[in-house]
Structure formats: C-alpha cells, structure tokens
C-alpha cells in the first residue's frame, strides 16, 4: 500500500520561500508519477506541479519561475521548492502519486 507523508509546511510573508517534501513508502519509488497539488478555501483542487518517471515536469502556469519540483530516487521523496511567494499561493498542499495515493496534506499560509 503506497503511503505519502508530506512535511514543510507553515506560514511566510509574500516574497519569501518554503520547501515542502514528500517521502513515499510501500511502492517502487522510481515507477511513480508524482506531483504536488493545492486546495484554496472554496476552491477546487488543482494540479501545481508534475513529474514523470523520466523526469519530465509540467508546470502549471501560475508558477512557472517560481516553483520547481524535484525527486530523489534514492531518497524516495519528492520534492517543492516555492520561491517568491504569493497571497494567492496559500493552501493546503497535497502530494500525489500516480497510484491515486494522496498524502494528508500541509498548510502553506502566505501573508502580505
């Protein structure tokens, strides 16, 4: 059974940076797509960030340049780096794998 643990999230003014990580357990790491999706209050669920099993990422446009996603293979963590941060950008932030697997998720708060 495939587990998600997300980690790193909190609070920051806009402009300012945080890392969010995702460690995965109970499934062949380097198989998995894996991305990193948020949910605003009254909002739907949208996808950030994706990357493939060769590496390729999607970005959704509203962070381009601002956000990048990275994956240890060895590690088994995936990670989001968030750069030059938004009031828009507060959420809560959910990790994913191509499984269907979500993770509990983690607040990510940006103040002006």
């Known amino acids: 059974q495939v587990r998600l643990v997300e980690s790193g999230g909190g609070s920051v003014q806009a402009g300012g940076s945080l890392r969010l990580s995702c460690a995965v357990s109970?499934?062949?790491?380097?198989?998995?797509?894996m991305g990193w999706y948020r949910q605003a209050p009254g909002k739907e669920r949208e996808w950030v960030l994706l990357?493939?099993?060769?590496?390729?990422?999607r970005y959704r446009d509203s962070v381009k340049g601002r956000f990048t996603i990275s994956r240890d293979n060895y590690k088994e963590t995936v990670n989001l780096q968030m750069n030059s941060l938004r009031t828009e950008d507060t959420a809560m932030y959910y990790c994913?794998?191509?499984?269907?697997?979500w993770g509990q998720g983690t607040q990510v708060t940006v103040s002006s």
């Open positions: 994913w794998a191509s499984t269907g697997t």
């Open positions: 109970g499934f062949t790491f380097s198989n998995l797509a």
């Open positions: 990357i493939y099993r060769d590496g390729t990422i």
